[in-house]
């Protein structure tokens, strides 16, 4: 049945216990909700989730080294658009990770971790898609 403003109103029938139901069970979802939000820890919180993490790439943990965010602004951005020639991107890559290598650290354990750091749209989707731990060099 169309309802339009002129439609007498008298005409529609609700049924008080769909009703009422439907409000007793979004109310028991905001309950759940809260008691679920209440027992985890503000660092439970606020800490990063692992599964959303570019798990695709083995990184050494055994080498410990951070990137100054300076580095991570020099590096180059690749989107994967037609036009964007992902050759000049990996040399370009490579150009700025041999010339900031911390001292101890290997060459290709730089260029694992700052890889993520250089793709941006449909590329980072691509990166995300990755089978998980498949990429070692």
Known sequence: MLITRSTNQSQVHVDLEIENTLRRLQKEARVNTMVVARQQTLKELV?????????CINIDN????????GFIHL??????????DRHTHLKEFHMICVGMKPNGVDEEQVKLKAFPFSLKGAAKSWFFSILLGSIGT
Do not use: I, R
């Not at 055994?62 to 965010?69: A, I, R, Y």
């Not at 590096?75 to 964007?84: D, H, I, K, Q, V």
């Open 75 to 84: 590096l180059p951005t690749f989107n994967g658009l037609a036009g964007e």
């Open 47 to 55: 800490a990063p989730n692992m599964e959303n993490q570019p798990l």
């Open 62 to 69: 055994n080498v410990n080294f951070e990137f100054k965010s």
